[in-house]
């Protein structure tokens, strides 16, 4: 009998010593290296602060619970203050020197598409934050994006004016790199919604006073309703200007302004514009059955309970691009890049702040046009059309 006891101890001994040398093994693996070039300073800092805010607090919940594949994560993360050559030194720089494992940024379609021919010859899988198609279509085998597409945007928006009866649209866009997408979006787009283009107008990103193009636009008696596109302080000197004119048309804003930010600068300004929206930012708006209620009522409350400050799409965006990357790595089951991008392009199913992610070879985006809800401010708040 003692000597089955003995033998037991001696198991339970080796057990505990294989536990421990494992756990070392683990401690001393070199940890998942993630890099990212996003605009927290410079013309698009609203887009890059609470991205680089919601990745910090994602990065340190999954170190928190013991990292991936028992690995912690290391963000690299550089400032590319909204230039796109930046950028490209900071994406270098990532790939070259930090040795990543994957690239997740770009607050901006420029940064963004300034950046994609290196991520494609490094053969670096690269998840991007921004908005125009033309990321992601046509395809690359190593880029993906999570926001909706300013082709959905754009069709969100005209769809409504089809249902209103808007046949004749002006349009104001931004001298920039979303700005100038999705004017060809809606250009391509409205044909199909019955619209037609009757003032096409440009300001520049750093103009301070809208009021002559705005002047033009009000002299145009075809005119039945008004779309901005742009990013920044634009939309919302814009909205001001619009004001301070008396004018009535309706007016319809890009995607790349829902954040409570655009209501808060624009005032009263904003009431009763459309703009179409991630899930994410009308989270306690939604049916209680929605699939993404569940997700985006807990990253709202980690986020403003951490921040003190609301969720924006741009915060959501970073929410699934974190969620993206850690999902494919746990099915890849290691960081080798080829594998990790297939799983990447393998995602299904996936619910997120911007909603259900299905990936494919032919897709790299994944979400629905469904997904991309239409929304209007009201008393200083959001409220959901469609």
């Given at each position: ?18 536990l ?21 300073t ?11 805010k ?154 301070t ?44 804003q ?116 469904e997904?991309?809800?239409l ?12």
């Amino acid at each position: 009998m003692g000597k089955g006891v003995f033998a037991r101890m001696k198991t339970g001994a080796l057990a505990l010593g294989v536990l421990a040398w494992a756990g070392a093994a683990q401690a001393q693996q070199p940890p998942i290296r993630v890099g990212s070039f996003l605009s927290v300073t410079g013309p698009a800092q609203f887009l890059g602060d609470p991205t680089k805010k919601m990745m910090q607090m994602e990065f340190d919940r999954i170190n928190a619970a013991g990292g991936l594949l028992g690995r912690k994560i290391e963000w690299i993360v550089y400032d590319d203050a909204s230039a796109s050559d930046k950028a490209v030194s900071f994406a270098k720089r990532l790939i070259e020197d930090d040795k990543i494992d994957i690239l997740i940024g770009g607050s901006t379609t420029a940064t963004s598409m300034a950046v994609l021919p290196i991520a494609e010859k490094a053969q670096m899988p690269f998840i991007s934050f921004g908005g125009a198609a033309i990321i992601v279509n046509p395809v690359r085998k190593w880029v993906f994006k999570v926001p909706h597409t300013d082709r959905m945007a754009a069709e969100k928006n005209l769809q409504d004016m089809k249902a209103r009866g808007i046949t004749k649209l002006a349009m104001l866009c931004e001298d920039s790199g979303s700005g100038k997408a999705g004017r060809e979006q809606m250009i391509a787009a409205a044909p199909s919604y019955g619209v037609t283009i009757v003032a096409d107008e440009i300001y520049g990103a750093k103009d301070t006073d809208t009021t002559a193009q705005l002047t033009k636009i009000r002299g145009n008696a075809e005119a039945q309703a008004l779309i901005v596109w742009g990013l920044g302080q634009g939309p919302t000197i814009v909205s001001r200007n619009y004001r301070q004119l008396d004018m009535k048309l309706p007016v319809y804003q890009a995607h790349g302004v829902a954040s409570k930010e655009f209501i808060t600068l624009s005032g009263p300004a904003a009431e009763g514009m459309r703009i179409p929206g991630a899930t994410a930012i009308v989270a306690d708006k939604l049916p209680e059955n929605d699939r993404q209620k569940p997700v985006v009522m807990d990253l709202t409350k980690r986020f403003v309970e951490r921040y003190k400050e609301p969720v924006s799409a741009f915060s959501a965006n970073a929410f699934d691009g974190v969620l993206i990357f850690s999902e494919a790595v746990k099915r890849a089951g290691t960081l080798d890049k080829e594998k990790l991008r297939d799983a990447i392009e393998q995602t299904k199913d996936l619910v997120g702040a911007n909603g259900v992610y299905n990936m494919s070879p032919t897709e790299h985006n994944g979400l629905s046009f469904e997904s991309l809800k239409l929304l209007e401010v009201s008393n200083g708040d959001w409220k959901i059309i469609n």
